[in-house]
């Protein structure tokens, strides 16, 4: 499975971007994916979390109320809305799917069996 990720760019402070994760797998329902980001000198660190059919989500504290994922499994697209972005928001942002994962506790780590290539992120003050 390959994924691509897009929509990443330069926005102010309090701006919005929508981040898009395309899936080259038709059968796109089967997977929990999810998004990570990495800011200079940080660890990889988990944004949010889709389930597969359902589309439960689960966010990290530090973008909840903020960031929006779904998906359209039609489409093999996840997206994630980002509002009120803020500078610390700033990294490369990744997105993975994985078969195999099951309950929101696994998302957060990150051994997923897919990674796209990441789009950067960046957020002026």
């Known amino acids: 499975v390959q994924l691509q990720a897009s929509g990443g760019g330069l926005v102010q402070a309090g701006g919005s971007l929508e981040l898009s994760c395309t899936a080259s797998?038709?059968?796109?329902?089967?997977?929990?994916v999810a998004w990570f980001r990495q800011a200079p000198g940080k660890e990889r660190e988990f944004v949010a979390g889709?389930?597969?059919?359902?589309?439960?989500?689960y966010y990290a504290d530090s973008v909840k109320g903020r960031f929006t994922l779904s998906r359209d499994n039609a489409k093999n697209t996840v997206y994630l809305r980002m509002n009120a972005l803020q500078p610390e928001d700033t990294a490369v942002y990744y997105c993975?799917?994985?078969?195999?994962?099951?309950?929101?506790?696994?998302?957060?780590?990150?051994?997923?069996?897919?990674w796209g290539q990441g789009t950067q992120v960046t957020v002026s003050s």
């Open positions: 797998e038709r059968l796109f329902s089967k997977y929990v």
């Open positions: 993975a799917a994985d078969s195999q994962k099951y309950g929101s506790d696994s998302y957060p780590i990150p051994s997923y069996e897919y």
């Open positions: 889709i389930s597969r059919i359902r589309g439960n989500t």
